[in-house]
């Protein structure tokens, strides 16, 4: 069974996210601020993180950020904010998924348990280790461990930039658009999804594995497509 963490100073708010969570089967606990809450979900016990964003002692921007330093557990991070640029701080800080208040506690039950699988399917969870490598020219992606390294250094990537780089390549030379890759690497419908999320995260991969942005090597721009990752 699942340990569910939210993150939410409304106890209301909570405890109602807690009942349908309980219904479906989770265990769920509650934090009322940032701070508890960062220090409870890095116990080791926690499957998927629902964070709010205004939160007191640390914000839910600072907290999604310094939990994703440490683990690579699903974050849902919902607010009451409707603005583009939040949804994409938001995500850029490593958040698997973005909800706005208010939105039907099913909903969140649905989304919990697809980032819940689709995490499962990542990592695996047979326990088994079994190093799986992607190497091109001077880059070097570690499957299983997650880990980047240019031209022999590593590079600190986000959750959310290693599964899009991963992503492109593991299907090398096929151009993908922003939609697909929304649906494929966030497991978001892209009807009125912002694909503007899609443009800053190749814009940080490309700034960590390329020699010259202006000119990537790896990662080209297929216009009026998307993206597509080059193996020669």
């Known amino acids: ?12 708010i909570a405890e109602l996210e807690k ?4 219904l479906s089967g989770f265990n769920v606990f509650i934090e009322k601020d940032g701070k508890s809450g960062y220090a409870r979900a890095l116990r080791g016990d926690i499957s998927l993180v629902i ?5 007191p002692e640390m ?27 939040d949804k994409v701080r938001g995500l850029g800080r490593g958040a698997n998924d973005y909800m706005t208040k208010p939105f039907s506690p099913s909903e969140l039950v649905a989304r919990v348990k697809a980032q819940i699988e689709r995490y499962e399917r990542l990592v695996g ?24 390294f240019v031209e022999g250094e590593e590079k600190s990537f986000t959750s959310r930039e290693f599964d899009l780089l991963r992503f492109l390549a593991q299907n090398p030379n096929r151009a993908f ?10 497991g978001l419908d892209p009807v009125g999804a912002d694909l503007a ?29 998307g993206y597509r990752f080059v193996i020669e």
């Open 1 to 12: 069974m699942s340990n569910i963490l939210i993150i939410e100073d409304e106890l209301q």
């Open 19 to 22: 009942d349908y969570l309980e």
């Open 51 to 55: 964070l709010d964003l205004m939160l």
């Open 59 to 85: 914000d839910g921007f600072e907290v999604c950020q310094k939990l994703r330093e440490a683990t690579e557990i699903p974050i849902i991070m919902v607010s009451a904010k409707q603005s583009d640029s």
């Open 125 to 148: 969870t047979s326990g088994k280790v079994n190093n799986d490598f992607i190497i091109v020219g001077g880059l070097k992606i570690d499957i299983t461990a997650r880990r980047v």
């Open 177 to 186: 658009s922003k939609e697909e890759i929304l649906r494929e690497v966030w």
């Open 197 to 225: 999320t899609v443009v800053v995260h190749i814009k940080k991969i490309r700034e960590k594995i390329e020699k010259d942005v202006s000119t990537p090597k790896y990662i080209e721009t297929v216009w009026a497509v």
